[in-house]
């Protein structure tokens, strides 16, 4: 076989890497934002919850005050404090989940709107770069070969 001075790259097959980054950005920021949406739910819901808690144990510790009640709770006060409050809990626990959640697709998004942006800027051409053309000579004096290189770059 014979040397030959130029060497051909491997052909491989190319990918769109901005598109990919792109397509994450967009699937990551709409869940961001509906874990978003979720979180502001919970929260309201668990402040709500609170205020019904507060004002059932405020009736309550108010009318035992001003009638010089026994300090036991009925059934049905025993339900409008229990129940706001179990719903309180859980809607806590899920707005923390949900803010936990936010936080990794917060960082996941920006990180692939890092990666596409530059991507783009690596990848664009402005209008300040133009295109050079290079051309080398190719000499094999082995077996008397020659010909040339065309090579372009930005």
Request: hydrophobic residues 40%.
């Given at each position: 076989m014979v040397p030959c001075l130029a060497q051909e790259p491997v052909a491989t097959t190319?990918?769109?890497?901005?598109?990919?980054?792109?397509?994450?950005?967009?699937y990551n920021l709409e869940k961001y934002n509906t874990d978003t949406l979720a979180r502001d739910v919970m929260m309201w819901t668990f402040f709500g919850s609170l205020s019904v808690t507060m004002?059932?144990?405020?009736?309550?510790?108010?009318?035992?005050?001003?009638?010089?009640?026994s300090g036991e709770f009925t059934i049905g006060q025993k339900?409008?404090?229990?129940?706001?409050?179990?719903?309180m809990t859980t809607f806590g626990i899920g707005y923390i989940t949900f803010e936990i959640a936010g936080a990794v697709r917060h960082s996941k998004y920006k990180k692939?709107?890092?990666?596409?942006?530059?991507?783009?800027?690596?990848?664009?051409?402005?209008?300040?770069?133009?295109?050079?053309?290079?051309?080398?000579?190719?000499?094999n004096p082995?077996?008397?070969?020659?010909?040339?290189?065309?090579a372009f770059s930005i």
């Open positions: 190319p990918v769109d890497s901005a598109a990919y980054y792109q397509k994450m950005y967009e004002l059932a144990v405020t009736y309550k510790m108010c009318s035992d005050f001003s009638a010089g009640g339900i409008a404090i229990f129940v706001p409050y179990v719903i692939y709107y890092q990666k596409w942006e530059d991507y783009q800027k690596r990848n664009s051409v402005t209008p300040n770069e133009s295109m050079q053309v290079g051309i080398t000579p190719l000499l082995v077996d008397g070969r020659y010909g040339i290189a065309l």
